[in-house]
């Protein structure tokens, strides 16, 4: 027997960040017994491959206050967890190389502004003092929020993974999930590379390959897998404090608590998880210019390693949480678009909702897989879906 | 090549000077081995371990350039070379007592989080201690701009030692006209091939479609100029180098690797050392004594010392110690002594010295082999990862091959297999099906064994796993309680191994320790996936490269 029971009430597939919280809420509320499934080895995926950058700001109301009730456990976490993960809030910095990337940022500023963050809008010389070295005229302002940060990913994967099974999660690592089985139009069960689970409920958290499994389990789905890379480089003193983020290319960097600077650049890639989480030329020519361009100064600086992740995105760049219409059971928690680990906590809580069959304060029309059932089918929307 | 000491530069601001061709770590060695840098973290004293431009232990700052790897930099007169990471000065440095008041080390995972109110004083002063080098200023980037490098060749062959050079003679007979890739500094020419010296093979993805013999390799010529070459084939050709050693006080200035000894004896000069104790029995312990025999007190050795060795040694005087366990080198800012323990009666002795050279395991440079998604195999003779390869040196992928020691190759073979895989480079046939050969001298060791005894020494906890990254033994042990398990994950709890020399100096140990503390076979440990560059490489050099999107690969 692979599993230590032979049926769960709930199998959440997927130990990254949202996997694991959503795990957590549930123990919590008595949602139990619950089984995490997952591929790989513990922070194999993302979760363990992203860049450490939380924000709040955001172009919609409703994802700002996800932010920013995720912000708020974060800054709990090393109590509630027992694990420090460094969370530092010195800042997001969005920049913009022209007048119309600054109105679209000032846009986003007035959003988040009203909803009670104190974000601020940034001349080319504010933007100077918050990056020292900048190229002159490299960006005409930007916005910034100190109350954004950066944090060590690692330990907030080990912490809540602690967390749950000291509350009696089962874990199961190095399973992969193949599909549901159907019984009366209802989710019965859990197929996996280490056989069949039965269990009503199965929350797909599955990041990157969280578009296979609904689709393994009979359900079109528009959610796809993009390889993202991201580079670290040789530690040094601190010099940066903000995350810096770029609007026209999504060139955006941090300096880690251990003084790498950490940071990666939009690329267009081939969609699906093949070739696998690896690492181009391009990406390293095309990263080592931009930051260079930007901040002459790092040019000497060693890279010391590169790797990449995959995105989950979804065509409006929205998260996908809740109970699909059309198989009673499947719960989403998927189609982060890069951005799982920022806003985790406070999506998990309501993902473990939907599980339970509980109604979540989520709007339907930004989160509800719903929305992607419409007649007319949600357009791609470009957004400032970085860092 | 070492003339007359004539290039003035500054050291700390007091004039030195180096001999034309003499790097600034050999300038700085005159009479012994020196204090150069405190590790990341706890501060402790750390001198030059590699010799060979990747560990930690002699990065110094040259003219605002940080990280500067002071084994792999030639000064120029007028030059600054000032010292990083400790204050006043890596002699004394305050931050040393961090690592006296802790000796057990801190907990960064767990510690540090309460208060919560003081969490933010405690990130500004872990932050503050973090990095080695203040950041360049932009002088020191436009000092190094250069024109990339282009070449597009039949074949690449990356190494330009023995092994690389009998190849490229081997394929400049059939007509064959390689670019040779060397890491040296002056590296030895090959007639009929272009050579390009100074520069490191950092990335080498397999071709963007599978079978299709079409290779981009990024590299970087010192001290930043961007390298790319487009080949047909590529033989990899890097050699070994000399593995670390667990025991307290294993990166302290003094202890250096038989690769850091050999490259700071220089024939006109004598070394920077009077009464080494050489760890290890066979042909690299030879290979040292040859070369610096006479600064040579003793002998240790984990297992038996071959015959010859103990010829060379008895011709000087010099003490044996065979079946030794390791477990101290002491000395707070150079070695002073070593302490051993005999593995048979349980005997300590203790020996003056002040130097300790490791040559007791040469494990294979295949690092640029992860990267292409090569089938790797566990040697466990050496206690590490190597290509399989078939008699021609073909690997898994088509038009890469090994040559030399990192396919299992004895030197007395190399002309013989150059031969061969020169013809499978003509052909342009696809890879033979590959079968590990067995790697020269792959004599059963007891390396397993004798790390089994160092983890019941008390107070081991305490040594230093990975130097780059200030990781302990302890840390390791922790991981493992907790139930992380296997090299990857341990890897991401407790850091070991994201340093700067990319795992080289902590990966051989922490894969034999971790078979122990798990209790299963190395090769189930698994291996850290070895990301590329697999030397750093400035983002200079990159950035001076134009970028092509569509044609490359991507590393597994």
Same mark, same amino acid.
């Given at each position: 027997?692979?599993?230590?029971?032979?049926?769960?009430?709930?199998?959440?597939?997927?130990?990254?960040?949202?996997?694991?919280?959503?795990?957590?809420?549930?123990?919590?509320?008595?949602?139990?017994?619950?089984?995490?499934?997952?591929?790989?080895?513990?922070?194999?995926?993302?979760?363990?491959?992203?860049?450490?950058?939380?924000?709040?700001?955001?172009?919609?109301?409703?994802?700002?206050?996800?932010?920013?009730?995720?912000?708020?456990?974060?800054?709990?976490?090393?109590?509630?967890?027992?694990?420090?993960?460094?969370?530092?809030?010195?800042?997001?910095?969005?920049?913009?190389?022209?007048?119309?990337?600054?109105?679209?940022?000032?846009?986003?500023?007035?959003?988040?502004?009203?909803?009670? *963050?104190?974000?601020?809008?940034?001349?080319?010389?504010?933007?100077?003092?918050?990056?020292?070295?900048?190229?002159?005229?490299?960006?005409?302002?930007?916005?910034?929020?100190?109350?954004?940060?950066?944090?060590?990913?690692?330990?907030?994967?080990?912490?809540?993974?602690?967390?749950?099974?000291?509350?009696?999660?089962?874990?199961?690592?190095?399973?992969?999930?193949?599909?549901?089985?159907?019984?009366?139009?209802?989710?019965?069960?859990?197929?996996?590379?280490?056989?069949?689970?039965?269990?009503?409920?199965?929350?797909?958290?599955?990041?990157?390959?969280?578009?296979?499994?609904?689709?393994?389990?009979?359900?079109?789905?528009?959610?796809?897998?993009?390889?993202?890379?991201?580079?670290?480089?040789?530690?040094?003193?601190?010099?940066?404090?903000?995350?810096?983020?770029?609007?026209?290319?999504?060139?955006?960097?941090?300096?880690?608590?251990?003084?790498?600077?950490?940071?990666?650049?939009?690329?267009?890639?081939?969609?699906?998880?093949?070739?696998?989480?690896?690492?181009?030329?391009?990406?390293?020519?095309?990263?080592?210019?931009?930051?260079?361009?930007?901040?002459?100064?790092?040019?000497?600086?060693?890279?010391?390693?590169?790797?990449?992740?995959?995105?989950?995105?979804?065509?409006?760049?929205?998260?996908?949480?809740?109970?699909?219409?059309?198989?009673?059971?499947?719960?989403?928690?998927?189609?982060?678009?890069?951005?799982?680990?920022?806003?985790?906590?406070?999506?998990?809580?309501?993902?473990?909702?939907?599980?339970?069959?509980?109604?979540?304060?989520?709007?339907?029309?930004?989160?509800?897989?719903?929305?992607?059932?419409?007649?007319?089918?949600?357009?791609?929307?470009?957004?400032?879906? *970085?860092? | 090549?070492?003339?007359?000491?004539?290039?003035?530069?500054?050291?700390?601001?007091?004039?030195?000077?180096?001999?034309?061709?003499?790097?600034?770590?050999?300038?700085?060695?005159?009479?012994?081995?020196?204090?150069?840098?405190?590790?990341?973290?706890?501060?402790?004293?750390?001198?030059?371990?590699?010799?060979?431009?990747?560990?930690?232990?002699?990065?110094?700052?040259?003219?605002?350039?940080?990280?500067?790897?002071?084994?792999?930099?030639?000064?120029?007169?007028?030059?600054?070379?000032?010292?990083?990471?400790?204050?006043?000065?890596?002699?004394?440095?305050?931050?040393?007592?961090?690592?006296?008041?802790?000796?057990?080390?801190?907990?960064?995972?767990?510690?540090?989080?309460?208060?919560?109110?003081?969490?933010?004083?405690?990130?500004?002063?872990?932050?503050?201690?973090?990095?080695?080098?203040?950041?360049?200023?932009?002088?020191?980037?436009?000092?190094?701009?250069?024109?990339?490098?282009?070449?597009?060749?039949?074949?690449?062959?990356?190494?330009?030692?023995?092994?690389?050079?009998?190849?490229?003679?081997?394929?400049?007979?059939?007509?064959?006209?390689?670019?040779?890739?060397?890491?040296?500094?002056?590296?030895?020419?090959?007639?009929?091939?272009?050579?390009?010296?100074?520069?490191?093979?950092?990335?080498?993805?397999?071709?963007?479609?599978?079978?299709?013999?079409?290779?981009?390799?990024?590299?970087?010529?010192?001290?930043?100029?961007?390298?790319?070459?487009?080949?047909?084939?590529?033989?990899?050709?890097?050699?070994?180098?000399?593995?670390?050693?667990?025991?307290?006080?294993?990166?302290?200035?003094?202890?250096?690797?038989?690769?850091?000894?050999?490259?700071?004896?220089?024939?006109?000069?004598?070394?920077?050392?009077?009464?080494?104790?050489?760890?290890?029995?066979?042909?690299?312990?030879?290979?040292?004594?040859?070369?610096?025999?006479?600064?040579?007190?003793?002998?240790?050795?984990?297992?038996?010392?071959?015959?010859?060795?103990?010829?060379?040694?008895?011709?000087?005087?010099?003490?044996?110690?065979?079946?030794?366990?390791?477990?101290?080198?002491?000395?707070?800012?150079?070695?002073?002594?070593?302490?051993?323990?005999?593995?048979?009666?349980?005997?300590?002795?203790?020996?003056?010295?002040?130097?300790?050279?490791?040559?007791?395991?040469?494990?294979?440079?295949?690092?640029?082999?992860?990267?292409?998604?090569?089938?790797?195999?566990?040697?466990?003779?050496?206690?590490?990862?190597?290509?399989?390869?078939?008699?021609?040196?073909?690997?898994?992928?088509?038009?890469?091959?090994?040559?030399?020691?990192?396919?299992?190759?004895?030197?007395?073979?190399?002309?013989?297999?150059?031969?061969?895989?020169?013809?499978?480079?003509?052909?342009?046939?696809?890879?033979?099906?590959?079968?590990?050969?067995?790697?020269?001298?792959?004599?059963?060791?007891?390396?397993?064994?004798?790390?089994?005894?160092?983890?019941?020494?008390?107070?081991?906890?305490?040594?230093?796993?990975?130097?780059?990254?200030?990781?302990?033994?302890?840390?390791?042990?922790?991981?493992?309680?907790?139930?992380?398990?296997?090299?990857?994950?341990?890897?991401?709890?407790?850091?070991?191994?994201?340093?700067?020399?990319?795992?080289?100096?902590?990966?051989?140990?922490?894969?034999?320790?971790?078979?122990?503390?798990?209790?299963?076979?190395?090769?189930?440990?698994?291996?850290?996936?070895?990301?590329?560059?697999?030397?750093?490489?400035?983002?200079?050099?990159?950035?001076?490269?134009?970028?092509?999107?569509?044609?490359?690969?991507?590393?597994?």
């Amino acid at each position: 027997m692979t599993f230590a029971r032979d049926s769960y009430r709930t199998v959440v597939v997927g130990a990254g960040i949202v996997g694991l919280f959503t795990a957590y809420h549930l123990a919590r509320a008595g949602g139990g017994p619950v089984l995490v499934v997952d591929r790989g080895f513990l922070s194999s995926g993302a979760s363990g491959r992203n860049g450490g950058g939380v924000r709040q700001q955001w172009e919609t109301r409703g994802t700002v206050r996800l932010a920013r009730e995720s912000v708020q456990a974060y800054r709990r976490f090393g109590l509630e967890f027992g694990f420090n993960i460094w969370f530092r809030q010195t800042g997001y910095l969005f920049l913009a190389e022209n007048e119309g990337e600054l109105a679209r940022l000032r846009a986003v500023h007035s959003l988040v502004a009203s909803e009670g *963050l104190p974000s601020k809008v940034l001349d080319a010389d504010g933007v100077a003092r918050l990056v020292d070295g900048i190229a002159p005229g490299a960006a005409v302002g930007g916005t910034y929020l100190e109350s954004d940060g950066t944090l060590y990913p690692f330990p907030a994967v080990w912490g809540v993974y602690e967390a749950i099974r000291s509350l009696g999660v089962d874990v199961a690592l190095g399973v992969e999930a193949l599909g549901v089985e159907v019984r009366d139009g209802k989710v019965a069960g859990l197929h996996t590379s280490k056989g069949t689970v039965a269990t009503p409920t199965v929350v797909n958290a599955a990041g990157g390959w969280s578009g296979d499994l609904s689709r393994r389990s009979g359900l079109e789905v528009p959610n796809v897998a993009t390889r993202h890379e991201i580079l670290a480089t040789e530690a040094l003193k601190p010099f940066l404090d903000p995350m810096v983020v770029r609007v026209s290319d999504g060139l955006y960097f941090s300096q880690s608590m251990r003084g790498e600077v950490i940071g990666g650049l939009a690329l267009p890639h081939r969609p699906g998880t093949s070739p696998g989480a690896g690492s181009s030329p391009a990406f390293l020519t095309a990263m080592a210019r931009a930051l260079v361009g930007l901040l002459p100064r790092l040019g000497p600086v060693g890279v010391l390693r590169a790797w990449s992740g995959f995105y989950d995105d979804t065509p409006d760049g929205f998260p996908v949480i809740g109970e699909d219409p059309r198989l009673p059971g499947f719960i989403h928690g998927n189609g982060f678009g890069g951005h799982g680990f920022m806003l985790a906590p406070a999506t998990a809580r309501r993902i473990a909702l939907a599980a339970l069959g509980q109604p979540t304060d989520l709007d339907p029309a930004q989160f509800s897989p719903k929305r992607f059932l419409a007649p007319s089918p949600v357009a791609p929307v470009e957004r400032l879906q *970085l860092g | 090549m070492v003339g007359e000491p004539d290039r003035q530069f500054s050291f700390r601001g007091r004039p030195r000077a180096a001999r034309d061709g003499e790097t600034l770590l050999s300038a700085l060695s005159t009479d012994r081995i020196p204090l150069l840098h405190r590790s990341i973290q706890y501060h402790r004293p750390q001198g030059p371990l590699c010799g060979i431009g990747h560990c930690t232990g002699c990065l110094v700052r040259v003219n605002d350039r940080p990280n500067v790897r002071a084994c792999r930099y030639e000064p120029a007169s007028g030059d600054s070379v000032t010292t990083e990471n400790a204050w006043p000065s890596p002699t004394w440095d305050l931050l040393g007592a961090i690592g006296l008041l802790m000796p057990g080390g801190v907990d960064t995972l767990h510690g540090l989080r309460r208060p919560a109110f003081a969490t933010s004083l405690y990130q500004r002063f872990v932050r503050r201690l973090a990095g080695t080098g203040e950041p360049p200023t932009e002088a020191a980037f436009r000092a190094l701009s250069a024109p990339s490098v282009e070449r597009s060749s039949e074949v690449v062959v990356i190494g330009a030692g023995e092994a690389g050079r009998a190849v490229v003679t081997a394929l400049v007979t059939r007509g064959i006209r390689p670019v040779i890739l060397e890491r040296d500094l002056h590296p030895l020419t090959v007639p009929g091939a272009e050579l390009l010296g100074a520069t490191s093979a950092v990335f080498l993805p397999p071709p963007a479609e599978a079978g299709e013999r079409r290779f981009t390799l990024l590299a970087f010529r010192e001290p930043a100029q961007g390298v790319r070459v487009d080949a047909g084939s590529v033989v990899v050709a890097t050699g070994g180098y000399d593995a670390s050693l667990l025991f307290a006080g294993n990166d302290r200035p003094g202890v250096i690797t038989a690769d850091a000894a050999l490259s700071l004896t220089a024939p006109s000069r004598s070394p920077p050392f009077r009464r080494a104790v050489v760890v290890g029995g066979s042909r690299r312990a030879a290979e040292v004594l040859g070369a610096c025999g006479d600064s040579v007190e003793a002998v240790v050795a984990p297992g038996e010392i071959r015959p010859d060795v103990v010829r060379a040694a008895s011709d000087r005087g010099i003490l044996l110690y065979p079946r030794s366990l390791l477990l101290r080198a002491d000395g707070r800012k150079q070695v002073r002594s070593v302490q051993l323990r005999d593995r048979n009666g349980g005997t300590k002795t203790r020996i003056m010295c002040d130097a300790v050279i490791l040559a007791h395991r040469r494990v294979p440079h295949a690092q640029l082999f992860f990267q292409t998604g090569a089938k790797m195999a566990w040697r466990a003779g050496v206690g590490a990862y190597a290509p399989t390869v078939g008699p021609d040196g073909a690997t898994s992928i088509a038009g890469l091959f090994a040559a030399g020691s990192v396919a299992g190759v004895g030197p007395s073979e190399f002309a013989v297999h150059a031969e061969l895989i020169a013809d499978a480079v003509a052909r342009g046939s696809s890879p033979s099906q590959p079968a590990t050969s067995p790697l020269a001298e792959e004599a059963p060791t007891e390396l397993i064994g004798y790390y089994r005894e160092l983890l019941r020494v008390p107070g081991h906890g305490r040594w230093v796993a990975c130097p780059c990254v200030d990781v302990l033994v302890s840390e390791v042990e922790r991981a493992v309680r907790s139930d992380y398990r296997g090299i990857e994950v341990v890897k991401r709890y407790s850091g070991l191994g994201s340093g700067i020399c990319q795992g080289r100096y902590c990966l051989p140990d922490a894969l034999l320790l971790l078979s122990i503390l798990e209790g299963r076979p190395p090769a189930e440990v698994g291996y850290i996936t070895q990301r590329p560059p697999v030397v750093p490489i400035p983002l200079a050099a990159l950035a001076s490269l134009p970028i092509r999107p569509a044609a490359e690969g991507v590393s597994p």
